[in-house]
């Protein structure tokens, strides 16, 4: 543990309670496969693939990663999507991904993976999932981190995508064993979520969980449509949740939790600045957060700051913290001894951090 000798007996400095974030035992619930390419892995990538528009130097790529708004992130998303080329590519991201998860002890992530942007880019399908299988298994070996799939639609892009990611995600010949959910994300504004319910009704058929982006940029009927057309369990962001009172009562009604990603929502200019943020209204309405970080190096975050964002903005303490990673355990699709082990291991850190 830390050195915690300098600090005051009582109460809990931003130094210390970073420190406790750093080592509490972690789930990551709403974090995409491409937007968690580090500088370091888009170098790598962008050497291999020399021709990209993407910068190579960390403070050039910090400067490209400053969007204007949701469309420009978007567009600038889509150029690291086009730096993954070949199946050792994939694999490459996703090994480094589950690295950088696992030295901020997440013990457990759902990764979202658009496998349309892959396919239509021509990645040999079997080839794409075969990488990110090779990865899953890498990474719990060396790590110890337990990673698992989320396939998103890609909404913009036609049901031509919706009909794609279905198909990948229920074939039994192709789908990969960690696949657990189905998801949507993209922009909001001009792709109504209903027009997908034929997807989710089969990704759902399938034994998939139904996880939608929805209320990142639009409002609050957008969650709606979520709920009642796509069956959603889950609801990425729901941001704009906090405009309708009946809404947030059916969500904490339902136990239905949102994968709020604070950071994530400034940078796209979702919301206008954290103290804006709603979080803290999701909470006093009982609705079950998790926190989660999106896209975290195109944001200029990780895991650990949303936690410390997080501590801010909900005035949380250490007993506070541990709850809400014990939230985002609960909400996962981890089977229930892997939760009951994570929970533990939540339980004895915070116990071994405040013992006196
Ligand atoms: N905060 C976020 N909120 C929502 N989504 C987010 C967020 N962060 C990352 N994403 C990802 O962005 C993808 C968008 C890809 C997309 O729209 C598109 C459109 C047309 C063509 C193609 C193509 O591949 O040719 C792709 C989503 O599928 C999702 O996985
Ligand atoms: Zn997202």
Known sequence: MSDRSSVPAVGTSDRDLHAFIAGLPKAELHVHHVGSASPRIVSELAARHPDSKVPTD??????????????????????????????????LLTFEVARDLARQQVRYAELTITPFSS????????????????????????????????????????????????????????????????????????????????????????????????????????????????????????????????????????????????????????????DEHPIGEFVRAGVLVTINSDDPPMFGTDLNNEYAVAARLLDLDERGLADLAKNAVRASFLDAPGKSRIEAEIDTYTAAWLAP
Not at 69 to 78: E, G, K, Q, R, S
Not at 195 to 209: E, N, S, T, V
Not at 225 to 239: K, N, P, S, V, Y
């Open 58 to 91: 960390p403070e050039a790529l910090a400067d490209y990663f400053t969007f204007t708004d949701f469309a420009h992130f978007i567009d600038v998303y889509l150029s690291v999507v086009d730096l993954i080329r070949t199946p050792e590519d994939v694999r």
């Open 119 to 274: 396919t239509r880019r021509g990645i040999d399908e079997l080839g794409f999932m075969a990488a990110i299988e090779d990865a899953r298994k890498a990474a719990e070996a060396e790590f110890g981190t337990v990673l698992r799939w989320c396939f998103d639609i890609p909404g913009e892009a036609g049901l031509e995508s919706a009909e794609e990611t279905a198909r990948l995600a229920t074939d039994d010949r192709i789908r990969p064993e960690g696949l657990v959910s189905f998801g949507l994300g993209g922009p909001e504004i001009g792709v109504p979520r209903p027009q997908f319910k034929p997807y989710f009704d089969r990704a759902i058929a399938a034994g998939l969980h139904s996880v939608p982006h929805a209320g990142e940029t639009t409002g609050p009927q957008t969650v709606w449509d979520a709920l009642t057309e796509l069956r959603a369990e889950r609801i990425g962001h729901g941001t704009s949740s906090a405009q309708d009172p009946a809404l947030l009562a059916h969500l904490a009604e339902h136990r239905i939790p949102l994968e709020v990603c604070p950071t994530s929502n400034i940078a796209t200019r979702a919301v206008r600045t954290l």
